[in-house]
């Protein structure tokens, strides 16, 4: 089993529907990271979180330290949103463990 | 400016070559990082460098040699080419003392072995 647990594997939505990517972990760790898959590659770190809630634009990130569980939400989602979202779980200075990533396409 | 910058993003080379993967990071971070990315998306951690020193090695062949010049710069080479190392290798850089900063990632290396 994975330390890192991403759900769902494939999401496929319309254009304006909110979106939601779920991240479960099983270690401890000292923060967690959503990253971003465009099709071309390149990654991009969204998001960086040690405690509750963070917002950028139409993205929101939630972590619930006991729960052990991270969420990852788009309001009114757009086809260019349609990327690898990867969840990645920093268990040390140097170490970090990432989810299997979620394939999100969003058809207009 | 590129943050963290890999050079080639493309590499196509016969079995049983010896090539390298350069890395350069211009964010003063002392940690970098090599990542592999399977055909399958999953990305997992090779090595771990931390001022110039290795931290982490995970279960990696000994074909694969990090070499760290300096803070800037961590290189990936990679002995006798086999077919199985086709993927997508991804260099990163973050602050050792600060373990809830942010990682930076390159924008991957995507290597074929025929």
């Known amino acids: 089993k994975n330390e890192v647990e991403q759900s769902p594997q494939n999401l496929t939505a319309q254009e304006g529907e909110f979106i939601t990517i779920n991240c479960s972990y099983s270690v401890g760790i000292s923060a967690l990271h959503w990253l971003q898959q465009h099709p071309g590659g390149g990654i991009v770190s969204l998001f960086m979180l040690s405690s509750g809630k963070k917002k950028h634009g139409r993205l929101i990130a939630t972590i619930n330290i006991q729960e052990k569980h991270s969420s990852l939400h788009i309001t009114a989602s757009h086809p260019r949103d349609s990327a690898v979202y990867i969840c990645?779980?920093?268990?040390?200075?140097?170490?970090?463990?990432f989810g299997a990533g979620t394939r999100l396409t969003v058809k207009p | 400016d590129t943050a963290v910058s890999q050079t080639p993003k493309y590499l196509v080379t016969q079995m049983g070559n010896d090539k390298s993967i350069k890395c350069e990071q211009n964010l003063g971070h002392d940690t970098m990082y090599w990542y592999k990315q399977d055909s399958k998306k999953f990305l997992k951690i090779m090595f771990s460098y931390n001022n110039k020193e290795l931290i982490i090695n995970e279960t990696v062949p000994n074909r694969f040699s990090p070499k760290s010049p300096d803070k800037a710069h961590l290189n990936l080479h990679i002995n006798s080419l086999e077919l199985g190392d086709s993927a997508v290798y991804f260099c990163?850089?973050?602050?050792?003392?600060?373990?809830?900063?942010?990682?930076?990632f390159g924008q991957g290396t995507r290597l074929t072995v025929v």
């Open positions: 990645a779980a920093r268990v040390s200075n140097n170490d970090m463990r």
């Open positions: 990163a850089s973050s602050h050792f003392a600060m373990p809830g900063e942010e990682a930076f």
